[in-house]
């Protein structure tokens, strides 16, 4: 088989390229540059698309004996995931960046290009396993990254190979050391690589400019005035730019965000449990169980947050989600309805619900969509919300 082996620069990807070769492919590495300017990129344990990453990916493929390649995406990555980011965070979501990067990205320009070129597959460095076409958590719990694949679809799946999911995050570390990579101890990369100096505030601040607001209390009472919704996401304490705590003395978080009236809310971390969840932009989720409810597990972010719930797929033809971000062309139109069965804190708009199998230790992904509204918990559920049927057919 011959396989495109997607090098980040770090260790996962580098284990991921060797374990492609010792499996008998014919392997290219492919290093994505997705800077403009990679130079102004920080290096070391902030981002993965630097020089220093170049570099690094560059050795570990002379080691490996096989071709290496840069391809250049810079373009379709600020359209596809800078600009995405700016103008989530506009209209009051949390996106993730990294989860957007795969799925516009790694799986689909990158996908895209080796398809056409001839590969057959893409190989990465996740932590995460294709069994049969199904896809399960890694083995790894503390660095499963499924969640972050949630956004591929059947057809994209096919073409993947995470040669890295069977393995702990050490075991690959002591690999690598073996194969002689000197990335074996490099640090993971985190943070957002397009964000140099790590301070998301004042780079929203930059593309979005000052959009005055006010900052409110559950009750509608005006405490202060803010520079832009942009500054805030659900479930924020700090940077409030409120004088203290509440008056009874118990800390303030952010609880609800309104771009088109420019209100960002705080309350208290009670008003900060989230009952329901309803998502667009669905990946893999089959239209075809309208109006069934199923029992499943979803995750909200990359790490925790995992609770059982009652899921349902409805259709959905409006125009704009409920936070203003108007639907994409060609954007199914149907929703995700999500009743949890047990009580999640800070859920944000723009963030992605990934709902997995309940059965088989919650290990099957199912599919995912953004989230794009919430609501309260209500407290335990009982009758046809806590006895819904088996996942089933839910995914395709």
């Known amino acids: 088989m011959r396989v495109v082996a997607a090098m980040s620069g770090g260790v996962d990807s580098a284990v991921a390229a060797a374990r492609a070769v010792a499996a008998g492919h014919e392997v290219v590495g492919v290093h994505l540059a997705l800077s403009r300017s990679p130079e102004a990129v920080r290096a070391g344990s902030r981002g993965c698309c630097s020089l220093e990453d170049s570099a690094d990916a560059r050795r570990v493929a002379d080691l490996l004996g096989i071709p290496f390649y840069v391809w250049d995406f810079s373009d379709r990555f600020a359209a596809d995931v800078i600009d995405d980011f700016v103008e989530s965070y506009g209209i009051g979501e949390t996106p993730n960046p990294c989860l957007r990067c795969n799925e516009k990205i790694k799986f689909e320009a990158l996908l895209d290009r080796a398809v056409a070129l001839g590969f057959d597959a893409v190989a990465t460095g996740h932590y995460a396993r294709l069994d049969g076409g199904v896809l399960r958590r890694g083995v790894d719990a503390a660095k499963d990254q499924s969640y972050v694949l949630g956004v591929l679809d059947d057809v994209q799946l096919r073409h993947c190979l995470f040669p890295v999911g069977d393995t702990v995050k050490p075991d690959i570390r002591a690999e690598a050391g073996a194969l002689g990579m000197g990335v074996a101890t490099k640090p993971d990369s985190h943070d957002i690589c397009f964000i140099p100096d790590g301070d998301t505030r004042a780079f929203l601040g930059r593309h979005i400019g000052v959009r005055p607001g006010a900052v409110q209390d ?133 963030q992605a619900a990934v709902v997995y199998r309940p059965d088989d230790d919650g290990d099957v992904l199912l599919g995912s969509g953004t989230i794009s509204a919430t609501g309260p918990w209500a407290g335990e559920p009982t009758g046809a919300d806590a006895d819904a049927g088996a996942a089933g057919a839910a995914v395709r």
């Open 218 to 350: 559950t009750t509608g009472e005006h405490l202060g005035d803010h520079d832009g919704v942009h500054g805030f996401t659900i479930g924020q304490r700090k940077g409030l730019g409120l004088p203290g705590p509440a008056p009874d003395g118990r800390p303030r978080y952010v609880t609800d965000i309104d771009a088109t009236t420019g209100t960002v809310t705080v309350g208290t971390r009670e008003d900060l449990r989230t009952g329901s969840i309803t998502a667009d932009r669905l990946k893999r989720l089959d239209p075809e169980v309208h109006g069934r409810r199923f029992r499943c597990e979803v995750q909200v972010r990359a790490h925790g947050g995992v609770v059982p719930a009652v899921a349902r797929i409805v259709d959905d033809t409006a125009p704009v989600t409920p936070a203003g971000r108007r639907k994409r062309d060609g954007e199914a139109p149907y929703r995700l309805e999500l009743d949890l069965l047990e009580p999640l804190e800070g859920v944000a708009r723009g």
